[in-house]
């Protein structure tokens, strides 16, 4: 059975740190590109941080930028998503997904700025984060 499954959300204060993390099984996660989307409350989903396969290749929106870095171990099968400096507007369910496409530069810009979650190969169930005081 393919799938992922995330971890590592909850509640955190404004200024805190979560590392989420999102394990595949059932298919490799070489020669994917993957990521994270985020879906805030009344919002469509986000796609905030891509990552190629030979994780040359990386994208983060402007809203999570110097903030979340993201990062995956092939051996592992894992995708990893760390965000400090949390803001309230972090708040939001946070998916990752592949989609099995070369991870050039442009492929990876392309695959978070364009590509919708439904139109990934595979996606998680999601994680919930809360940044609230």
């Known amino acids: 059975q393919l799938q992922f499954v995330e971890s590592g959300g909850g509640l955190v204060q404004p200024g805190g740190s979560l590392r989420l993390s999102c394990t595949a099984s059932?298919?490799?996660?070489?020669?994917?590109?993957v990521g994270w989307f985020r879906q805030a409350p009344g919002k469509e989903h986000e796609g905030i941080s891509c990552?190629?396969?030979?994780?040359?290749?990386?994208y983060y929106a402007d809203s999570v930028k110097g903030r979340f870095t993201v990062s995956r171990d092939n051996a592992t099968n894992t995708l990893y998503l760390q965000m400090n400096n949390l803001k309230p507007e972090d708040s939001g369910v946070y998916y990752c997904?592949?989609?099995?496409?070369?991870?050039?530069?442009?492929?990876?810009?392309?695959?978070?700025?364009?590509?919708?979650?439904?139109?990934?190969?595979?996606w998680g169930e999601g994680t919930l984060v809360t940044v609230s005081s």
């Open positions: 997904a592949a989609i099995q496409l070369p991870g050039t530069y442009y492929v990876v810009q392309a695959t978070c700025i364009i590509t919708i979650l439904h139109g990934m190969d595979y």
């Open positions: 059932g298919f490799t996660l070489d020669g994917y590109v």
């Open positions: 990552i190629g396969s030979s994780s040359a290749n990386t």
